[in-house]
């Protein structure tokens, strides 16, 4: 009997699923890719994009003729609620889609998102299309601020600054963020990320509380208002509403919680992997495509597993693998346990292997 598989998303986990259907095509599945935007852009490609080293077309995967190869039915939407007992996902165009098994594989939300101006008046990365467009106005804005000190954040300031730097803009960019950056970011080198700000130009202001969002300005608990002719908004990321509100099991910040078979305990039939799901063991220090592609693997065996023949496998964490963390002018901080390097190397390989994963889903070459 065929079953019905729903892909919610196409994020690195659900995009090396297309190329396993690609070569090893499962005639006993029917697939449905369910995503609002018929690109992907690698997240850690866009430092390269801000600084005008790399070209949109290179950073970028057309999911469309990927989707068509693998035998899978794309479809342009987004999902907005799930039914987990009777199986249905209502998408933003009204369409209510049935299946067997389910696997999300999306991007978070950002905290204090909620903000009625936040949608008017700021970008995020949820919007990667929007964002890419306004890069060469936010490379030249008066008054940039970005507000969020997550790792992508901070690549970010770091790579509009080295631009303006280059091209001799005066106007700083402004990073607010938490006093210690990020969750992981042990002191030495926070120290080390305000000196290089300092160098570089960035003005960083540090709070424990989001600023509200007015018209033109954000308002501060510890200091005066901050003005902003442009606004970035990329807070840390909270788990979609869609899992709460579908009364499956959530962490504190609303991310899914699977099993090591990354599956609902109480629905089997529900899968996740990558940025929206939570699991048993805190991972720091882990380089996130390593772990994302390990999930990957083990979601492959285990949709097969549940839809054919109930075998499965269990999702075993990467030890300390080590990070990087751009830092401008095509450098990058090498992390590893409470230790870092700054290397240029460190940065190249981490560009290489990000095109070496789109090369291999872009085999042969697909059409924009």
């Known amino acids: 009997m065929i079953k019905k598989l729903l892909l919610i998303g196409a994020q690195r986990a659900h995009l090396q699923l297309l190329k396993q ?92 998102g909620e903000q009625p101006l936040v949608a008017d008046k700021a970008v995020t990365l ?42 001799k803009v005066m106007q700083p960019v402004t990073l607010i963020c938490h006093p210690t950056f990020f969750p992981g970011c042990f002191p030495k080198l926070s120290t080390k990320l305000e000196k290089r700000m300092k160098s570089q130009g960035i003005h960083l202001i540090k709070t424990t509380s989001l600023p509200t969002v007015q018209e033109n300005r954000l308002l501060m608990d510890s200091t005066a208002p901050v003005p902003y002719t442009d606004l970035l908004w990329l807070t840390p990321p909270r788990g979609p509403r869609m899992f709460e509100q579908a009364l499956l099991p959530t962490d504190e910040k609303g991310f899914l919680r699977v099993e090591e078979t990354l599956q609902v305990k109480a629905f089997p039939y529900i899968f996740g992997a990558g940025e929206c799901i939570s699991l048993s063991q805190t991972q720091v220090g882990v380089d996130l495509d390593t772990m994302v592609s390990l999930q990957a693997d083990i ?32 450098a990058a901080l090498y992390l590893f346990q409470n230790h870092s390097l700054k290397s240029k190397r460190a940065w190249r390989v981490k560009v290489r292997a990000y095109h070496q994963f789109l090369g291999s889903l872009n085999s042969p070459p697909l059409q924009e």
């Open 21 to 112: 259907f690609k070569d090893t095509p499962q005639p006993l599945m029917e697939v449905t890719l369910l995503t609002p935007d018929k690109y992907y852009y690698h997240s850690g490609l866009l430092p390269e994009l801000i600084e005008g080293h790399n070209e949109l077309k290179k950073t970028r995967l057309n999911i469309e003729p990927l989707a068509t190869q693998a035998n899978v039915k794309w479809i342009k939407a987004a999902a907005l609620s799930l039914d987990a007992p009777r199986k249905r996902i209502l998408t933003d165009r009204g369409d209510l889609l049935a299946f067997d098994i389910v696997s999300f594989n999306i991007e978070g939300l950002n905290e204090g």
């Open 126 to 167: 949820q919007q990667k299309s929007r964002f890419l467009q306004r890069v060469p106005k936010l490379r030249t804005s008066d008054n940039l601020v970005i507000v969020g000190g997550s790792q992508t954040a901070i690549e970010i300031a770091f790579s509009f600054q080295a631009w303006r730097n280059k091209n």
């Open 299 to 330: 979601l492959w065996e285990n949709l097969r597993g549940y839809a054919l023949n109930g075998e499965g496998y269990l999702y075993e964490p990467p030890k300390n693998t080590g990070s990087t963390l751009y830092i401008g002018n095509q």
